[in-house]
């Protein structure tokens, strides 16, 4: 919820947050989830090629592969139940 109400404010933004509404807004037609999975992508592939340079992974949690899998879809529930009339402040 926090996040959905941040990112409709779009005051000061965190960068990863600020890459998930250029991604969102500008390509993906206002998909919170795709976005979210697509703003994953590099840091799951230094996840990976560090995994495999130093042979095991130390980053990788439940609260990581959760956020991975629900972190748009909870953003566009919230956008939706959570003071709609907050509208999103994204200027392209």
């Known amino acids: 919820m ?3 109400l941040y990112q409709r404010a779009n005051i000061v933004m965190h960068p ?7 991604l969102r ?3 993906l037609k206002g ?12 840091p ?3 996840i ?12 990788v949690n439940i609260g990581t592969v959760f956020s991975f899998i629900f972190n ?6 919230a956008d939706k139940w959570i003071w709609p009339e ?3 402040n994204f200027a392209s």
Do not use: R
């Not at 990863?16 to 250029?22: C, G, P, R, S």
């Open 2 to 4: 926090a996040i959905s």
């Open 16 to 22: 990863n947050d600020d890459t998930t509404n250029i």
């Open 25 to 27: 807004f500008l390509y």
């Open 31 to 42: 998909n919170s989830t795709a976005a979210q999975i697509i703003d994953f992508i590099p």
């Open 44 to 46: 799951i592939i230094i």
């Open 48 to 59: 990976i090629v560090a995994g495999i340079a130093i042979q095991n992974v130390y980053s």
């Open 72 to 77: 748009g879809i909870l953003i566009a529930a």
């Open 86 to 88: 907050l509208k999103h």
